[in-house]
């Protein structure tokens, strides 16, 4: 027997404020041979397959069994299994289903607001990628189960916190995505080994193509993979490291600008308060005087 649970939410003018909210949240477990879209969906949410429909919400739904078809005007026809993530965009036209065969169990969540605007624009979510394969996460599961609950409850403020864990489930499909690539693979073990090369080596002028020479790997192929796994360059990564190590030092020691370049191995005591600032906003004589004020006054 279908088993389903569902429910369209209310909401407030302080809820549009905070910048997110839901509209809706649901589990559904369509058992094989049933036809879909079940026929008690509300009308302003039904759709029938030959029609397809547009909503004015996102919905990102999760497909934990089973598998089916989706469409949509902006990707054309896809095949869709579980693990995979489908994200709903407004006003784009779409339908999907189940194959009759399996039948599958969706979670989803319905939601608007100017941070998933703000998203969009930086092409964290786009219509083009609705659908996402990331496998099944039993954390991602018990974030839209956590929402249910919430919802089912309807404690006072309930809005924030469910908003709250739709983010963390929007971080966990944008990382998943990011790094799924990578897991189990010898890829992935490499850039690690990388990273604590470069890590061991902060007061070490170490190179970068020795480094990829450590690890294996050509050094074009080293800094491509480097920085589809970590957002940043392998040289900007022992950058940043080096910089978070002086930061220490120039709390913790006495040593002067200069010895401290010199200790990281920056090319010269200008560089290093350059690099300083553009990272930090601020010099490093200016973010030692800041802290010692600090100390001073606890």
């Known amino acids: 027997m279908n088993k389903r649970y569902y429910k369209y939410l209310t909401t407030s003018q302080e809820d549009i404020k905070w910048g997110i909210y839901l509209t809706g949240v649901g589990h559904i477990k369509v058992d094989k041979g049933t036809n879909y879209p079940l026929t008690d969906d509300p009308s302003h949410h039904y759709f029938h397959w030959s029609t397809g429909r547009r909503l004015c919400e996102y919905q990102i739904l999760y497909i934990t069994k089973g598998q089916g078809v989706f469409e949509s005007e902006a990707t054309g026809q896809k095949k869709v299994k579980a693990g995979d993530i489908i994200i709903l965009f407004p006003n784009i036209w779409h339908r999907f289903k189940p194959d009759k065969k399996t039948g599958w169990d969706e979670y989803w969540v319905e939601f608007k607001g100017i941070l998933i605007e703000h998203f969009r624009l930086r092409d964290f979510l786009r219509p083009e990628q609705a659908i996402i394969s990331i496998g099944i996460h039993d954390d991602l599961a018990n974030n839209y189960i956590n929402i249910i609950n919430l919802v089912k409850n309807e404690t006072p403020g309930f809005q924030y916190v469910i908003s709250g864990i739709l983010i963390q489930i929007l971080g966990q499909i944008i990382a998943i995505k990011k790094y799924h690539?990578?897991?189990?693979?010898?890829?992935?073990?490499?850039?690690?080994?990388?990273?604590?090369?470069?890590?061991?080596?902060?007061?070490?002028?170490?190179?970068?193509?020795?480094?990829?020479?450590?690890?294996?790997?050509?050094?074009?192929?080293?800094?491509?993979?480097?920085?589809?796994?970590?957002?940043?360059?392998?040289?900007?990564?022992?950058?940043?490291?080096?910089?978070?190590?002086?930061?220490?030092?120039?709390?913790?020691?006495?040593?002067?600008?200069?010895?401290?370049?010199?200790?990281?191995?920056?090319?010269?005591?200008?560089?290093?308060?350059r690099v300083f600032k553009q990272k930090t906003g601020i010099t490093p004589s200016t973010y030692r005087e800041i802290n010692q004020k600090q100390k001073r006054c606890s």
């Open 181 to 273: 690539p990578f897991e189990g693979r010898e890829i992935e073990i490499k850039i690690k080994q990388a990273k604590l090369i470069i890590l061991e080596n902060i007061e070490t002028p170490v190179q970068q193509e020795e480094i990829s020479r450590r690890i294996g790997m050509g050094y074009s192929l080293y800094r491509k993979r480097f920085k589809e796994y970590t957002g940043i360059s392998p040289a900007q990564y022992q950058i940043q490291l080096r910089i978070k190590k002086a930061m220490a030092l120039l709390i913790t020691s006495k040593l002067s600008l200069k010895e401290i370049a010199y200790r990281l191995s920056f090319d010269s005591l200008d560089y290093f308060c």
